[in-house]
Protein backbone atom coordinates (compact mmCIF):
# COMPACT_ATOMS: atom_id res chain seq x y z
CA UNK A 1 0.00 0.00 0.00
CA UNK A 2 1.54 3.19 -0.99
CA UNK A 3 0.51 5.78 1.54
CA UNK A 4 0.22 9.88 1.30
CA UNK A 5 0.35 11.05 4.91
CA UNK A 6 -0.44 15.22 5.36
CA UNK A 7 0.06 16.73 8.58
CA UNK A 8 -3.26 18.97 8.29
CA UNK A 9 -2.19 22.05 10.62
CA UNK A 10 1.06 22.47 8.68
CA UNK A 11 -0.26 22.01 5.59
CA UNK A 12 -3.48 24.48 6.58
CA UNK A 13 -1.28 26.96 7.78
CA UNK A 14 1.07 26.76 5.12
CA UNK A 15 -1.87 27.19 2.41
CA UNK A 16 -3.03 30.21 4.38
CA UNK A 17 -0.25 32.21 4.56
CA UNK A 18 0.28 31.28 0.99
CA UNK A 19 -3.22 32.63 0.03
CA UNK A 20 -2.66 35.59 2.31
CA UNK A 21 0.63 36.83 0.81
CA UNK A 22 -0.95 36.30 -2.84
CA UNK A 23 -4.55 37.59 -2.04
CA UNK A 24 -6.48 36.67 -5.20
CA UNK A 25 -5.28 33.64 -6.59
CA UNK A 26 -7.21 31.00 -7.77
CA UNK A 27 -6.25 27.36 -7.04
CA UNK A 28 -5.26 25.00 -9.70
CA UNK A 29 -6.76 21.16 -8.76
CA UNK A 30 -5.91 19.90 -11.92
CA UNK A 31 -5.25 16.23 -12.83
CA UNK A 32 -4.49 13.84 -9.63
CA UNK A 33 -4.87 16.94 -7.80
CA UNK A 34 -1.00 17.55 -7.37
CA UNK A 35 -1.82 14.48 -5.58
CA UNK A 36 -3.97 15.11 -3.25
CA UNK A 37 -7.02 14.30 -5.01
CA UNK A 38 -9.92 16.41 -5.74
CA UNK A 39 -11.75 15.65 -1.88
CA UNK A 40 -8.55 17.64 0.02
CA UNK A 41 -7.80 20.13 -2.84
CA UNK A 42 -11.83 21.38 -3.18
CA UNK A 43 -12.04 20.94 1.03
CA UNK A 44 -9.21 23.45 1.70
CA UNK A 45 -10.06 25.59 -1.22
CA UNK A 46 -13.32 26.24 0.67
CA UNK A 47 -11.72 26.57 3.96
CA UNK A 48 -9.44 28.99 2.18
CA UNK A 49 -12.29 30.92 0.71
CA UNK A 50 -11.97 31.52 -2.52
CA UNK A 51 -14.30 32.23 -4.87
CA UNK A 52 -13.43 30.03 -7.98
CA UNK A 53 -10.36 27.21 -8.86
CA UNK A 54 -9.62 25.86 -11.91
CA UNK A 55 -9.44 22.60 -13.50
CA UNK A 56 -7.45 21.18 -16.71
CA UNK A 57 -10.05 20.11 -18.67
CA UNK A 58 -13.69 19.90 -18.72
CA UNK A 59 -13.99 16.34 -18.25
CA UNK A 60 -12.19 17.45 -14.41
CA UNK A 61 -15.13 19.50 -13.61
CA UNK A 62 -17.28 17.08 -12.46
CA UNK A 63 -15.10 15.48 -10.08
CA UNK A 64 -14.78 18.74 -8.39
CA UNK A 65 -18.36 19.33 -8.22
CA UNK A 66 -19.10 15.66 -6.51
CA UNK A 67 -16.75 16.79 -3.98
CA UNK A 68 -18.75 19.50 -3.37
CA UNK A 69 -17.48 22.84 -5.41
CA UNK A 70 -20.04 24.51 -6.25
CA UNK A 71 -18.54 27.98 -7.13
CA UNK A 72 -16.85 29.01 -10.04
CA UNK A 73 -14.67 26.57 -12.30
CA UNK A 74 -11.61 27.71 -14.75
CA UNK A 75 -11.43 24.99 -17.38
CA UNK A 76 -7.60 25.84 -18.39
CA UNK A 77 -7.59 23.66 -21.15
CA UNK A 78 -9.10 25.89 -24.63
CA UNK A 79 -12.40 24.90 -25.94
CA UNK A 80 -11.92 22.95 -28.89
CA UNK A 81 -15.27 22.29 -31.26
CA UNK A 82 -14.43 18.24 -30.91
CA UNK A 83 -14.90 18.42 -27.38
CA UNK A 84 -18.80 17.50 -26.39
CA UNK A 85 -18.37 17.92 -22.38
CA UNK A 86 -16.62 21.45 -22.87
CA UNK A 87 -19.55 22.41 -25.23
CA UNK A 88 -22.24 21.40 -23.22
CA UNK A 89 -20.35 23.40 -19.98
CA UNK A 90 -20.68 26.84 -22.19
CA UNK A 91 -24.51 26.97 -20.79
CA UNK A 92 -23.04 26.07 -17.09
CA UNK A 93 -22.85 29.95 -15.55
CA UNK A 94 -20.74 28.37 -13.31
CA UNK A 95 -18.20 26.83 -15.91
CA UNK A 96 -15.74 29.82 -17.34
CA UNK A 97 -14.29 28.79 -21.06
CA UNK A 98 -10.83 29.43 -22.24
CA UNK A 99 -10.73 30.67 -25.61
CA UNK A 100 -7.77 30.49 -27.36
CA UNK A 101 -8.18 31.16 -31.25
CA UNK A 102 -10.24 34.01 -33.49
CA UNK A 103 -12.31 31.15 -34.83
CA UNK A 104 -13.26 29.37 -31.65
CA UNK A 105 -14.43 32.80 -30.68
CA UNK A 106 -16.89 32.83 -33.52
CA UNK A 107 -18.42 29.58 -32.87
CA UNK A 108 -18.91 30.12 -29.00
CA UNK A 109 -20.91 33.36 -29.99
CA UNK A 110 -23.03 30.88 -32.42
CA UNK A 111 -22.89 28.08 -30.34
CA UNK A 112 -24.01 29.80 -26.55
CA UNK A 113 -22.84 34.00 -26.39
CA UNK A 114 -23.31 33.74 -22.31
CA UNK A 115 -21.23 31.51 -21.72
CA UNK A 116 -18.57 32.84 -18.69
CA UNK A 117 -15.13 33.30 -21.48
CA UNK A 118 -11.46 33.97 -20.54
CA UNK A 119 -9.80 35.15 -23.60
CA UNK A 120 -6.16 33.46 -24.45
CA UNK A 121 -3.55 35.59 -25.46
CA UNK A 122 -0.34 33.43 -27.06
CA UNK A 123 2.94 34.16 -25.05
CA UNK A 124 6.37 33.20 -25.08
CA UNK A 125 6.00 29.66 -24.61
CA UNK A 126 3.97 29.29 -27.93
CA UNK A 127 0.90 26.68 -26.52
CA UNK A 128 -2.06 28.36 -27.15
CA UNK A 129 -3.73 31.83 -27.40
CA UNK A 130 -5.17 34.56 -29.69
CA UNK A 131 -1.69 36.05 -31.41
CA UNK A 132 -0.50 39.60 -29.66
CA UNK A 133 -1.12 41.34 -32.89
CA UNK A 134 -4.93 40.24 -33.34
CA UNK A 135 -5.55 41.10 -29.80
CA UNK A 136 -6.50 44.79 -30.80
CA UNK A 137 -8.89 43.96 -33.37
CA UNK A 138 -10.87 41.23 -31.90
CA UNK A 139 -14.33 41.21 -32.44
CA UNK A 140 -15.84 40.06 -28.50
CA UNK A 141 -19.09 41.75 -28.73
CA UNK A 142 -21.94 40.53 -27.15
CA UNK A 143 -20.16 37.67 -25.22
CA UNK A 144 -19.65 37.16 -21.92
CA UNK A 145 -16.20 38.18 -21.50
CA UNK A 146 -14.77 37.29 -17.41
CA UNK A 147 -11.46 38.27 -18.74
CA UNK A 148 -7.96 37.70 -20.08
CA UNK A 149 -5.63 34.88 -19.65
CA UNK A 150 -1.88 35.01 -19.93
CA UNK A 151 -0.17 31.78 -19.49
CA UNK A 152 3.71 32.64 -18.73
CA UNK A 153 6.51 29.82 -19.17
CA UNK A 154 7.78 29.10 -15.75
CA UNK A 155 10.01 31.66 -14.19
CA UNK A 156 8.54 34.48 -16.26
CA UNK A 157 10.04 37.82 -15.37
CA UNK A 158 7.58 41.35 -14.39
CA UNK A 159 8.88 43.13 -17.69
CA UNK A 160 7.22 39.96 -19.72
CA UNK A 161 3.99 40.36 -17.09
CA UNK A 162 4.02 44.03 -18.57
CA UNK A 163 4.37 43.87 -21.80
CA UNK A 164 1.30 40.86 -21.98
CA UNK A 165 -0.66 43.40 -19.99
CA UNK A 166 -0.30 45.79 -22.36
CA UNK A 167 -1.18 44.07 -25.16
CA UNK A 168 -4.14 43.64 -23.38
CA UNK A 169 -4.87 46.75 -22.83
CA UNK A 170 -5.13 47.94 -26.35
CA UNK A 171 -8.38 45.91 -26.02
CA UNK A 172 -12.27 48.05 -24.82
CA UNK A 173 -12.72 44.89 -22.94
CA UNK A 174 -9.24 44.64 -20.65
CA UNK A 175 -11.30 46.36 -18.27
CA UNK A 176 -12.87 42.67 -17.78
CA UNK A 177 -9.35 41.79 -16.30
CA UNK A 178 -6.26 39.78 -16.66
CA UNK A 179 -5.56 36.34 -15.36
CA UNK A 180 -2.29 35.61 -15.38
CA UNK A 181 -0.33 32.07 -14.59
CA UNK A 182 3.51 31.72 -13.28
CA UNK A 183 4.38 35.14 -11.74
CA UNK A 184 5.91 35.36 -8.45
CA UNK A 185 3.64 36.34 -5.68
CA UNK A 186 5.67 39.18 -5.67
CA UNK A 187 5.57 40.56 -8.94
CA UNK A 188 1.94 39.31 -8.61
CA UNK A 189 1.45 41.72 -6.21
CA UNK A 190 3.25 44.31 -7.98
CA UNK A 191 1.09 44.29 -11.45
CA UNK A 192 -2.01 43.98 -9.00
CA UNK A 193 -1.09 47.60 -7.75
CA UNK A 194 0.15 48.70 -11.05
CA UNK A 195 -2.51 48.35 -13.41
CA UNK A 196 -6.26 49.68 -13.11
CA UNK A 197 -7.96 46.34 -14.01
CA UNK A 198 -8.58 43.31 -11.85
CA UNK A 199 -5.91 40.84 -11.85
CA UNK A 200 -5.31 37.12 -10.50
CA UNK A 201 -3.10 34.83 -10.67
CA UNK A 202 -3.62 30.77 -11.12
CA UNK A 203 -1.27 28.63 -8.94
CA UNK A 204 -0.71 24.49 -8.18
CA UNK A 205 2.75 23.51 -7.27
CA UNK A 206 3.48 26.52 -5.77
CA UNK A 207 0.48 26.35 -3.23
CA UNK A 208 -0.17 22.70 -2.92
CA UNK A 209 3.28 21.70 -2.53
CA UNK A 210 5.07 24.33 -1.21
CA UNK A 211 5.43 23.34 2.04
CA UNK A 212 7.05 19.78 1.37
CA UNK A 213 7.45 19.08 5.04
CA UNK A 214 3.80 18.44 5.12
CA UNK A 215 3.68 15.85 3.58
CA UNK A 216 5.15 12.38 3.00
CA UNK A 217 4.89 9.32 1.27
CA UNK A 218 5.48 5.99 2.17
CA UNK A 219 5.51 2.58 1.52
CA UNK A 220 5.15 -1.00 3.78
CA UNK A 221 7.49 -3.43 3.99
CA UNK A 222 6.35 -6.46 2.86
CA UNK A 223 8.77 -9.32 2.75
CA UNK A 224 12.64 -9.38 3.43
CA UNK A 225 15.05 -12.45 2.10
CA UNK A 226 18.84 -12.83 2.64
CA UNK A 227 20.06 -14.10 -0.39
CA UNK A 228 23.47 -15.11 -1.36
CA UNK A 229 25.15 -13.29 -3.97
CA UNK A 230 24.20 -14.87 -7.47
CA UNK A 231 20.67 -15.82 -6.32
CA UNK A 232 18.22 -15.40 -8.76
CA UNK A 233 15.36 -13.08 -8.06
CA UNK A 234 11.93 -11.86 -9.85
CA UNK A 235 10.69 -12.11 -12.79
CA UNK A 236 13.27 -12.10 -14.38
CA UNK A 237 16.02 -14.28 -12.99
CA UNK A 238 18.30 -11.08 -12.35
CA UNK A 239 21.13 -12.82 -10.49
CA UNK A 240 22.30 -10.61 -7.08
CA UNK A 241 25.28 -9.29 -7.02
CA UNK A 242 26.51 -9.43 -3.61
CA UNK A 243 25.32 -11.32 -0.54
CA UNK A 244 22.69 -9.51 0.81
CA UNK A 245 18.42 -8.82 1.20
CA UNK A 246 15.93 -8.40 -1.03
CA UNK A 247 12.89 -6.15 0.33
CA UNK A 248 9.96 -6.17 -1.51
CA UNK A 249 8.07 -2.83 -0.40
CA UNK A 250 4.86 -2.18 -1.69
CA UNK A 251 4.78 0.55 -4.65
CA UNK A 252 4.92 -0.17 -7.78
CA UNK A 253 4.28 0.90 -11.69
CA UNK A 254 0.30 1.53 -11.00
CA UNK A 255 1.36 3.48 -8.38
CA UNK A 256 3.33 5.47 -10.86
CA UNK A 257 6.58 4.80 -9.29
CA UNK A 258 8.88 4.28 -12.29
CA UNK A 259 8.34 7.60 -13.15
CA UNK A 260 9.88 8.95 -10.61
CA UNK A 261 12.97 6.71 -10.77
CA UNK A 262 16.29 9.06 -10.71
CA UNK A 263 17.71 7.56 -13.34
CA UNK A 264 18.20 9.27 -16.92
CA UNK A 265 15.36 8.29 -19.46
CA UNK A 266 17.56 6.32 -21.87
CA UNK A 267 18.82 3.71 -19.25
CA UNK A 268 15.41 3.53 -17.95
CA UNK A 269 14.51 2.89 -21.68
CA UNK A 270 16.65 0.57 -21.77
CA UNK A 271 15.72 -1.04 -18.60
CA UNK A 272 12.32 -1.36 -19.24
CA UNK A 273 12.90 -3.48 -22.26
CA UNK A 274 12.17 -7.22 -21.29
CA UNK A 275 15.68 -8.78 -22.50
CA UNK A 276 17.28 -11.03 -19.77
CA UNK A 277 21.09 -9.41 -20.66
CA UNK A 278 20.48 -6.00 -20.34
CA UNK A 279 18.63 -6.25 -17.22
CA UNK A 280 21.65 -8.42 -15.92
CA UNK A 281 23.96 -5.65 -16.84
CA UNK A 282 21.60 -2.84 -15.07
CA UNK A 283 21.76 -4.65 -11.41
CA UNK A 284 22.26 -2.30 -8.81
CA UNK A 285 22.68 0.32 -11.35
CA UNK A 286 19.28 1.75 -10.67
CA UNK A 287 18.56 3.49 -8.09
CA UNK A 288 14.50 2.98 -6.55
CA UNK A 289 13.03 5.52 -5.04
CA UNK A 290 12.95 3.99 -1.81
CA UNK A 291 15.23 4.54 1.37
CA UNK A 292 15.56 1.76 3.34
CA UNK A 293 17.71 1.83 6.26
CA UNK A 294 18.45 5.54 5.98
CA UNK A 295 19.91 4.55 2.15
CA UNK A 296 18.56 5.09 -1.40
CA UNK A 297 18.45 1.27 -1.98
CA UNK A 298 18.45 0.29 -5.71
CA UNK A 299 16.05 -1.63 -7.61
CA UNK A 300 16.72 -5.43 -7.93
CA UNK A 301 14.92 -5.88 -11.06
CA UNK A 302 12.49 -3.13 -12.64
CA UNK A 303 9.07 -2.55 -10.27
CA UNK A 304 5.74 -4.71 -10.38
CA UNK A 305 2.38 -3.07 -10.49
CA UNK A 306 1.53 -2.71 -7.01
CA UNK A 307 5.49 -3.48 -5.18
CA UNK A 308 9.07 -3.36 -5.76
CA UNK A 309 11.89 -5.91 -5.19
CA UNK A 310 15.05 -3.25 -4.17
CA UNK A 311 18.23 -5.01 -3.05
CA UNK A 312 20.00 -3.84 0.20
CA UNK A 313 23.56 -5.48 0.70
CA UNK A 314 24.38 -7.30 4.16
CA UNK A 315 25.44 -7.26 7.27
CA UNK A 316 22.34 -6.64 9.73
CA UNK A 317 18.54 -7.11 8.63
CA UNK A 318 18.43 -3.15 7.38
CA UNK A 319 14.22 -3.02 7.69
CA UNK A 320 11.00 -5.72 8.99
CA UNK A 321 8.21 -6.81 7.79
CA UNK A 322 5.38 -3.92 8.33
CA UNK A 323 8.34 -0.81 8.23
CA UNK A 324 6.92 2.16 6.44
CA UNK A 325 9.93 3.19 4.50
CA UNK A 326 10.40 7.21 2.72
CA UNK A 327 9.16 6.67 -0.75
CA UNK A 328 10.03 9.82 -3.66
CA UNK A 329 7.48 10.10 -6.17
CA UNK A 330 6.58 12.86 -8.32
CA UNK A 331 3.20 14.50 -6.73
CA UNK A 332 1.57 15.61 -10.06
CA UNK A 333 1.96 11.60 -11.55
CA UNK A 334 1.64 9.53 -8.52
CA UNK A 335 -1.78 7.33 -7.27
CA UNK A 336 -1.55 6.62 -3.81
CA UNK A 337 -3.67 3.79 -1.99
CA UNK A 338 -4.45 5.40 0.79
CA UNK A 339 -4.04 9.39 1.54
CA UNK A 340 -4.13 9.90 5.68
CA UNK A 341 -4.83 13.31 6.72
CA UNK A 342 -3.84 13.79 10.42
C1 LIG B 1 -1.23 23.96 -14.82
C2 LIG B 1 -1.46 25.39 -15.04
C3 LIG B 1 -1.21 26.30 -14.00
C4 LIG B 1 -0.64 25.88 -12.68
O1 LIG B 1 0.69 25.53 -12.86
P1 LIG B 1 1.63 25.25 -11.64
O2 LIG B 1 3.00 25.31 -12.22
O3 LIG B 1 1.30 23.89 -11.13
O4 LIG B 1 1.38 26.30 -10.62
C5 LIG B 1 -1.49 27.63 -14.22
N1 LIG B 1 -2.00 28.06 -15.38
C6 LIG B 1 -2.26 27.21 -16.41
C7 LIG B 1 -2.84 27.76 -17.66
C8 LIG B 1 -2.00 25.86 -16.27
O5 LIG B 1 -2.28 25.03 -17.28
Redesign the pocket.
Known amino acids: MLKLTVDAQRWHNYLTAFVDSCPGIVP ?1 T ?1 GNGYGFGHALTVQESQRLGVDVI ?1 V ?1 VAQEVASVREHGWDKDVVV ?1 NPWRPGDQVATELLSDPKVITTISRVEDVAAVRELAPDAPILVEVETSMHRHGVRADEVAALDLDGLNVRGWTI ?1 LP ?1 GATLDEGREMARTVMRHPMASRGIWF ?2 LSCDDYVTLSKELDVPVRM ?5 LWLGDVDAYRVTGTVLDIHWLPKGTPVGYHRIKTRADGYIVVVSGGTAHGVALSAPISAGSLRQWLIPGAEALQQMVGRVTSPFTVAGRRAVFAEPPHMHSSLVFVGGPGEPAQVGDEVPVNVRMTTATFDEIRVK
Open positions: VKAGLHSSHRVGTR
